[in-house]
């Protein structure tokens, strides 16, 4: 009798061996990111999807289980950081609360926000609020976790406490310290976005496609978070296959950009296809226009373009919004020396404020102002990207 209980405490009814508990533990907690990226993320927050009832509520109840998280409180959190992004009410920007307090407590941000009742009803506007909702998953979101121990414990032992233990890291780690942290401080950028997010890898594998979060974040309503040939999103896949059989609907992709030729000034196509695309617009002025005048000018005065501090060249790319007062001194310092690249750098300011304009007839005629100003500039970077610009059209519109 002891005996077996004995073999109870070690191995649990399973009995399993660490090769199988390896695999319970990816498969529990890739299922969690799973829940987090396609229910609470592109689907609740963001409605780039519908998912099948059976698939939603699975999704809800997983989400009880293994992290405790309320529908609600996660995607009113979510909804105000894509609101507040890079501001004082931003609830977990590394610009705001430095990268440390963010990477390594970011949970704790989360659950600070989620105190705010105003910002729940605010921002949490739509999530689920049916009777399961309110008596048990709202209610008690300790609970499901509870369980989920008297589960692992049941199945593994002993070992079901460490399988445990990672489960309760998983999320705080890899998106409240990861992808909310390292996703605003370290990667590439496909889009000049106003924010600091950048794509942590071009493949999103092991956390569901959030990797690519600067994409996202210049597409957020997008189900799809791959945006470029080479790139590729799990969470996509699984999107597709869900859709194939019918449990899901895509809602919402981010638009395809297309140019038309021959277009003599901008209208009212060309408008609507440059705000849907306004931070690749953003990105194609920054690498088509002001880096070859960086370079020109550099190799004119016999400098070396790597000699300017990183921080300085990507401060040409968002127009110094993250400089402090020093760096603005730098950067306009630098313009000073430059003629052409301080006029290329102010044709960006104003395209970018074209762009929060309100008005759609106001801004078409600011816009065909700046397209007739940049070909007569005699900048020759400066009119190639008006003469694209100027075509720009949504694909099949």
Known sequence: MFDTFLNFVAGGLSQARWP?????????????????????????????????????HFFRFWGWLSTGMVTKEWVAVHRKHHAKVETPE?????????????????????????????????????TPDDWIERALYSRHPYWGISLMLLINVALFGVAGIAIWAVQMAWIPFWAAGFVN??????????????????????WGLWIGGEELHNNHHAFPSSAKFALRKWEFDIGWAVICTLRAVGLAKVLRVAPTLDVRPNVHLPDAETLKALLAHRFQAMTDYYRGVIVPTLREEAAHAGENLKAMPRRLRRALADGGRWLDGEGHERLQALLAHRPTLRTVCE???????????????????????????????????????????????LAGS
């Open 20 to 56: 199988m508990l390896l695999l319970y533990t990816l498969v529990v907690t890739q299922l969690t990111i799973f829940t987090v990226t396609l229910y609470l993320h592109r689907s609740q927050t963001h409605r780039g999807v519908d998912l099948h009832p059976v698939v939603a």
């Open 90 to 126: 931003d609830p977990h920007s590394p610009q705001v609360y430095g990268i440390k307090k963010v990477f390594w407590d970011g949970v704790s941000l989360y659950r600070a926000a989620t105190l705010n009742k105003d910002d729940l009803e605010k921002y949490g506007r739509g």
């Open 181 to 202: 942290g390292l996703g605003h401080y370290w990667g590439y950028r496909n889009f000049e976005s106003a924010d600091t997010s950048t794509n942590l890898v071009p």
């Open 347 to 393: 044709f960006r300011n104003r395209l970018a404020a074209l762009m929060e304009q309100r008005g759609a007839e106001q801004t078409l005629k600011g816009l065909q102002q700046w397209i007739v100003e940049a070909e007569q500039s005699g900048i020759r970077a400066l009119q190639d990207f008006a003469a694209r610009l100027k075509g720009y059209a």
